[in-house]
């Protein structure tokens, strides 16, 4: 069965900062994807990856994939307060659907 | 960009009572859509897969007859939870998986139904 793990959980930032969070996954995927949700909202697509060593930005965000390793990163640059967030990874499984990570619950103080 | 749409975006109801929950693609055909359930401060955990014309997917430990789900359409799925009791308070959240590009089609999400029994 595929397992997607997250870390941090939980991760409080100084705004400025830089922090990556990461996504472990067990089983060979076609695909992983971040979300964002805001608190009593639903996600936020971020980014989808498709390939090994893609990468996309999307400005302070950087999310990689690593299929060998089953890793990917997403890395957070000059950290502001309007990135607080949950942050979810999750992978397509073999059976077509999509197993999420536990989130990385995102403070970022001034 | 692919809209996904849900229906009621809160309800409150008393317990032992139904409700039902509707998802729907509204700008692409949808042969499978996905409902997960979320509680407080946890992840989104998968309940069923749904797939047009056929049987719902249960996974491990979710009751189908507690949970009825119908995907009548392609454009349209519904959760039904019957009887419900408090903790079936949750905040439910559809997906929709753009069907015209068969298994590479991305998922898209709704903007989720919060639950809540007394």
């Known amino acids: 069965e595929l397992k997607v793990e997250q870390n941090p959980l939980f991760l409080s930032m100084q705004e400025g900062k830089n922090y990556t969070i990461y996504c472990n996954y067990s089983?060979?995927?076609?695909?992983l994807y971040w979300y964002r949700q805001d608190p009593g909202k639903s996600l936020e697509s971020l980014f989808v990856?498709?390939?090994?060593?893609a990468v996309k930005q999307e400005g302070r965000l950087m999310a990689s994939l690593d299929t060998k390793a089953r890793l990917s990163t997403l890395h957070i640059t000059a950290a502001v307060h309007d990135l607080s967030a949950t942050y979810f990874c999750?992978?397509?499984?073999?059976?077509?659907?999509?197993?999420f990570g536990a989130g990385t619950r995102l403070t970022v103080k001034p | 960009g692919a809209v996904v749409s849900q229906h009621p975006s809160w309800v409150i109801c008393k317990s032992g009572t139904s409700v039902k929950i509707e998802c729907r693609s509204l700008?692409?055909?949808?042969?499978?859509m996905f409902w997960y359930r979320q509680f407080p401060k946890q992840s989104l955990m998968l309940m069923a897969t749904?797939?047009?014309?056929?049987?719902?997917?249960?996974e491990q430990g979710v009751e189908k007859d507690k949970f009825l789900i119908n995907h009548a359409s392609l454009t349209l799925s519904t959760l039904t939870v019957t009887s419900a009791h408090p903790e079936d308070s949750s905040f439910y959240i559809c997906?929709?998986?753009?069907?015209?590009?068969?298994?590479?089609?991305?998922?898209?999400f709704g903007p989720g139904t919060r639950l809540t029994v007394t």
């Open positions: 997906s929709a998986r753009d069907g015209g590009r068969g298994f590479l089609g991305e998922q898209y």
């Open positions: 089983t060979t995927s076609d695909r």
């Open positions: 990856l498709l390939s090994n060593g």
């Open positions: 999750a992978v397509d499984s073999s059976n077509n659907d999509m197993r």
């Open positions: 700008d692409f055909q949808a042969t499978t």
């Open positions: 749904s797939n047009e014309g056929s049987k719902a997917t249960y």
